[in-house]
């Protein structure tokens, strides 16, 4: 049985992410979206509302699980029996970045963790989180970014903020 897991923060799940999901998820035979507990980032959705929003988004794929993690990758892909993770890749800023982080933990799990880059679909290549974060900051349209109800919640996020609720 082929396992991989596809980690990142995912804050907020767009649908680039859910491109590379659905992609991974033909070639293994189980995809396990872990969530990065980043304690040192400021993200605007808590852990759990990551994850469940992930699980609502990949409902319709039978093999895809979503969990989250807090730590080294390496840690959570040893004691999960993990020995493939997925990234996907955009542009060259991103393959300097990955080749890095794929060779350290490939370095630091003595052999054990090997990553596997998808590239990413042309109409979602200029797609990031940070930016679907910055138009939705302003009240702009990001329906073309993550499905409808991530787009409900995450302008509801900004209207509780300009209200002062968070
Ligand atoms: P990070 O884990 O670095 O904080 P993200 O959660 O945004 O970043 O992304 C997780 C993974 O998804 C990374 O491998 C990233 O390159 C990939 N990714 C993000 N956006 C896209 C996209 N539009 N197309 C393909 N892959 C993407």
């Known amino acids: 049985m082929k396992r991989a897991v596809y980690p990142g923060s995912f804050d907020p799940m767009t649908f680039g992410h859910l491109d590379i999901i659905r992609r991974?998820?033909?070639i293994f035979d189980v995809l396990i979206?872990?969530?990065l507990n980043n304690k040192g980032k400021c993200p605007l959705f808590s852990v759990e509302e990551r994850v469940n929003i992930l699980r609502e988004a990949?409902?319709?794929l039978p093999n895809v699980y979503v969990d989250s993690f807090s730590g080294l990758l390496i840690n959570y892909a040893a004691e999960n029996n993990l020995h493939v993770a997925v990234r996907g890749l955009r542009a060259i800023s991103d393959f300097e970045y990955e080749l890095q982080i794929a060779q350290t933990n490939r370095k630091l799990s003595?052999?054990?963790l090997d990553t596997i880059f998808l590239t990413?679909?042309?109409e979602y290549a200029y797609l990031s989180s940070s930016s679907v974060k910055e138009i939705a900051s302003f009240n702009g349209d990001i329906s073309q970014c993550v499905?409808?109800?991530v787009a409900d919640l995450i302008h509801e996020k900004y209207k509780n903020k300009e209200q002062g609720n968070e």
């Open 110 to 112: 003595n052999g054990k």
């Open 147 to 149: 499905p409808e109800f």
């Open 58 to 60: 990949t409902k319709d």
């Open 24 to 26: 991974a998820s033909e």
């Open 120 to 122: 990413t679909s042309l």
């Open 33 to 35: 979206v872990a969530v």
